[in-house]
C-alpha cells in the first residue's frame, strides 16, 4: 500500500504560499518589487484593516499584454530570468516568480494592465489559486498596472492565529512600503492607510528630501553624508547618525544592496565597529546607505523572502561600510575599496583579504562636503583593516547576548547581620564591611528589582505627571503601532500616550520617576521590550515593559547618591529580598576576607 502522496498542485500552491506570503507586508513587498521592476516612475500602495481585508498597488510602470497577464500567475514564471545563467547576475528585485501565485493562492486577486503603445488594457480576476478562470477580459485603464488583493488567508484560517491586530499588520505594511521608498529615491510613492495618506515622495532622487519624507525631520536633521567611494565594482554613499543621535536599537538601520533592502549582521557589525568607544553601550547609530556592486559579487537567493543576501567577499564589504562610516563622523578620508584588490570571481575560489596598499588613504585627494584647502595630507591615516579571523569575532561579539548561568548566584544571609557601611565606589556600587568580607551592592539594579517587583505587583505605584506641554516623539511607524497595542500596560503604569500619526506620538503623562529628558529614548526601549518579549530567554512582554520602565526610574550609575538613599536597598539584599535583577544579573558581589589577604601575601 502506498503510503507517499503526490499533493495536487492547488494544494502545493497554498504550502509553497507560505515561504513567500508570511503576512500582507510580504504581499506589500513582493508588488512594489514588481513595480520598480516594470521602470514605473510613481508607485501608490494601499491598504485597509492592516491589509488583511485589502490591498492595492498602483504603477505607471510598462504593463503587461493579455497573454502575460494570465502567465504572471503560474508558478515559476517570470520575465526577469531565462535561463541558468542569468542567475550569476541577477539585477532585478523580483526573479524566482513565485510572487503572484503566492498570492493569489491565498487570497482573491483583481488585476487590470495596460501596456504603454495598446489601446485598452484587461483584467484577470482569481481566487485561492492559479486557476485563471474566465481568462483575460478587454478593459479600459490607464497604462501601468494595478493589483487589489482581498481576503487574504480566507482559505487558510490557520493563518489568522498567527496575525497580528491590525493596527501592527498596518504598521509592518507601513514600514514594507517605506523601505521600498527609500531603496528608490529617484521614484515617487504614496501609501494609503485606511483612507488616509501616510507618506508620500516627490521622487527628485534627493536622499535627504526622501528620509525627511519617510523618517522625519529630527532623523534627518541628525544625519551626516557618507561621501561615495569605491569604484565600479563596489560602492558606498548615503547618510549616517551622529554619535549624539543614536537609537536604543537598531530600527533605524537601512542598508541597501543594489536597491534591495536586506538584513545583514555583518553589515551592522561593521557600522557599529565604527562607533567603537564613541557611542555607550545599548546605543546604536541609524543608517541609509547603500551599496552597489557587481551582479555576480552578491547571492540574493538565498532566502525566499530575498531580504537576506551572502557576499563573495564579506571582508571587503565590512571594510567599506566601516572606514566609510568612520570616515563620515571622523572627518577623514574613508578607507578605499577598488578593483585591483578584488580578484576575478570565477578564478578566484576563495576570497583573498583586500591588499595592504589600502591601509592608507590615497594622499592629495579633497574631503568630499568640506572645504576645499582641506586634504588628505593634513589627516591622520585610518588604521589598518581588520583581519579576516577578528572581522568574525566582532560579528560574534556585537549580536551574540551574554548568557545567564544559575552559576552566577551569589547565596545572601537569610539574617540580616552586623555590617558595616564603608561608602560607595565609581558612583555605583555600595561597599559594606562584614566580619568575614566585603559586599559590593549594584545600586542601579537593585533599585530597578525593588522597582520592578513593585510595578509587576501595583504596589507603590509611582504618582503620574501631567506634562504642561506633551512631549511629541518620533519613534517610527513600527515601534509606535507596538507602543499603541499595549497602551493598557502603559496606562496602568501611569504614563497616557496619543498616536500623534506619521508614526509620532505625543507623550502627555509619565510616571514622577521619569525625568522628562528620557521620555524618547525611555519609548524607543519599551518598543524594543515589546519586540523582544515572549522570546524564548526573555522575560514575558508585559515583564519586559515593567523593566524598562524600572530601569529608566532606577538610581542612575555614574553619581554619588546620599547614603540615606541606600537604606531600603541594603535591607532588600541584606534580607535576602532581591538577588538579581529582572533580567537575572547578579545584583551583590562578595570578596572574602581570605581572598583579599592571600592577594597581599598575608596569607
Not at 6 to 17: F, G, H, N, Q, T
Not at 68 to 75: P, S
Not at 332 to 359: C, F, K
Not at 375 to 402: G, S
Amino acid at each position: 500500500m502506498a503510503i507517499i502522496n503526490r499533493l495536487s498542485p492547488k494544494v502545493a500552491d497554498m504550502i509553497a504560499a507560505g515561504e513567500v506570503v508570511d503576512r500582507p507586508a510580504s504581499v506589500i513587498k513582493e508588488l512594489i518589487e514588481n513595480s520598480i521592476d516594470a521602470d514605473a516612475r510613481s508607485v501608490t500602495a494601499e491598504i485597509r484593516r492592516g491589509g488583511m481585508s485589502y490591498m492595492r498597488v498602483t504603477d505607471d510602470g510598462n504593463g503587461m499584454s493579455p497573454e502575460d497577464a494570465l502567465t504572471a500567475f503560474l508558478r515559476h514564471a517570470t520575465s526577469k530570468l531565462h535561463d541558468e545563467r542569468g542567475l550569476e547576475s541577477i539585477k532585478t528585485l523580483g526573479f524566482r516568480g513565485e510572487a503572484l501565485a503566492a498570492i493569489s493562492a491565498v487570497s482573491r486577486v483583481e488585476l487590470k494592465t495596460r501596456e504603454r503603445e495598446a489601446d485598452s488594457g484587461v483584467i484577470v480576476t482569481l481566487e485561492g489559486g492559479s486557476d485563471t478562470g474566465n481568462g483575460a477580459s478587454p478593459v479600459g485603464c490607464p497604462y501601468g498596472t494595478t493589483i487589489v488583493v482581498q481576503d487574504l488567508f480566507f482559505n487558510t484560517p490557520a493563518r489568522f492565529k498567527f496575525m497580528k491586530t491590525d493596527n501592527a499588520e498596518g504598521a509592518a505594511c507601513v514600514n514594507a512600503a517605506l523601505r521600498q521608498a527609500l531603496s528608490h529615491p529617484e521614484l515617487a510613492f504614496r501609501m494609503i492607510k485606511d483612507g488616509t495618506d501616510t507618506f508620500s515622495t516627490n521622487g527628485s532622487g534627493d536622499v535627504r528630501d526622501t528620509v525627511y519624507a519617510l523618517l522625519g525631520r529630527d532623523f534627518a536633521l541628525g544625519l551626516t553624508d557618507v561621501p561615495e567611494n569605491g569604484d565600479e565594482t563596489m560602492s558606498i554613499t548615503g547618510l549616517v547618525t551622529r554619535p549624539n543621535t543614536a537609537r536604543g536599537n537598531r530600527t533605524a538601520q537601512y542598508f541597501f544592496v543594489n536597491g534591495r533592502y536586506v538584513k545583514s549582521q555583518m553589515l551592522s557589525a561593521a557600522l557599529e565597529r565604527a562607533f567603537v568607544n564613541i557611542l555607550p553601550g545599548g546605543r546604536f547609530p541609524g543608517c541609509v546607505l547603500y551599496i552597489k556592486m557587481r551582479e555576480n559579487l552578491v547571492d540574493v537567493n538565498v532566502h525566499p523572502a530575498k531580504t537576506e543576501v551572502k557576499f563573495m567577499f564579506e571582508r571587503a564589504v565590512f571594510d567599506l561600510v566601516h572606514y566609510s562610516a568612520k570616515g563620515a563622523i571622523s572627518g577623514r578620508i574613508a578607507q578605499p575599496v577598488r578593483a585591483e584588490h578584488l580578484p576575478n570571481p570565477p578564478s578566484a575560489p576563495t576570497p583573498p583579504l583586500i591588499s595592504e596598499s589600502v591601509s592608507a588613504p590615497p594622499r592629495n585627494t579633497t574631503l568630499t562636503g568640506t572645504e576645499p584647502s582641506r586634504t588628505a595630507q593634513n589627516l591622520a591615516p585610518m588604521p589598518e583593516p581588520i583581519n579576516a579571523t577578528r572581522h568574525q569575532e566582532i560579528i560574534r561579539e556585537l549580536y551574540q547576548r551574554p548568557e545567564q548561568s544559575d552559576d552566577t548566584r551569589i547565596p545572601i544571609p537569610a539574617q540580616t547581620p552586623d555590617y558595616k557601611y564603608i561608602g560607595e565606589a565609581y558612583g555605583g556600587y555600595i561597599i559594606l564591611e562584614l566580619p568575614s568580607e566585603l559586599l559590593f551592592i549594584d545600586k542601579h539594579a537593585a533599585h530597578e528589582r525593588i522597582l520592578f517587583d513593585r510595578l509587576k505587583a501595583r504596589e507603590h505605584l509611582p504618582m503620574p505627571q501631567i506634562l504642561i506641554v506633551p512631549s511629541v516623539i518620533e519613534p517610527g511607524r513600527e515601534d509606535a503601532a507596538l507602543v499603541l497595542d499595549n497602551l493598557p500596560i502603559l496606562e496602568g503604569l501611569g504614563f497616557s500616550i496619543d498616536d500623534f500619526g506619521n508614526g509620532a506620538l505625543a507623550v502627555r503623562q509619565v510616571p514622577s520617576d521619569i525625568e522628562l529628558s528620557d521620555i524618547a529614548e525611555l519609548i524607543a526601549e519599551v518598543a524594543e521590550s515589546i519586540r523582544l518579549g515572549d522570546r524564548p530567554g526573555n522575560l514575558s512582554r508585559e515583564d519586559e515593559i515593567l523593566s524598562t520602565v524600572a530601569c529608566k526610574a532606577a538610581i542612575k550609575l555614574g553619581k554619588n547618591s546620599d547614603p540615606r538613599e541606600f537604606t531600603p536597598l541594603i535591607a532588600a539584599v541584606m534580607s535576602g529580598q532581591i538577588t538579581h535583577c529582572p533580567h537575572g544579573r547578579p545584583v551583590v558581589f562578595r570578596l572574602s576576607r581570605d581572598t583579599i589577604e592571600k592577594a597581599i601575601k598575608r596569607k
